[in-house]
């Protein structure tokens, strides 16, 4: 089992920076992938970045690459993602995720989820 907390969600001016955290507690974190999802009002829910076990693979999704970077810690049990150039398209409920599976894009593959961290963009 692994349970994980998101942080560092806020407001923000578009062009601004956000640096999202995932806190993470059990002992199969260190084997699990990492991904953030995000979702919109109304919208379904959004693949973001994600990030392998050892922290060696990345994958991101169109609309973030080269804005967003994803990296994790496993020494201190957390992933982070940093956010800059920030866009009001951006605004979304972001939640991390863990898979044992890889760095896969289908929400439907992670099965331990945290309760998500507002993320506000304002133009």
């Known amino acids: 089992q692994v349970q994980l907390v998101e942080s560092g969600g806020g407001l923000v001016q578009a062009g601004g920076s956000l640096r999202l955290s995932c806190a993470a507690s059990?002992?199969?974190?260190?084997?699990?992938?990492i991904g953030w999802f995000r979702q919109a009002p109304g919208k379904e829910r959004q693949f973001v970045a994600a990030?392998?076990?050892?922290?060696?693979?990345?994958v991101y999704a169109d609309s973030v690459k080269g804005r967003f970077t994803i990296s994790r810690d496993n020494a201190k049990n957390t992933v982070y993602l940093q956010m800059n150039s920030l866009k009001p398209e951006d605004t979304a409920v972001y939640y991390c995720?863990?898979?044992?599976?890889?760095?896969?894009?289908?929400?439907?593959?992670?099965?331990?989820w945290g309760q998500g961290t507002q993320v506000t963009v304002s133009s």
């Open positions: 995720a863990g898979n044992l599976w890889g760095t896969r894009e289908d929400s439907e593959t992670y099965a331990y």
């Open positions: 059990g002992r199969t974190f260190s084997r699990c992938a």
């Open positions: 990030v392998s076990s050892s922290g060696g693979v990345t």
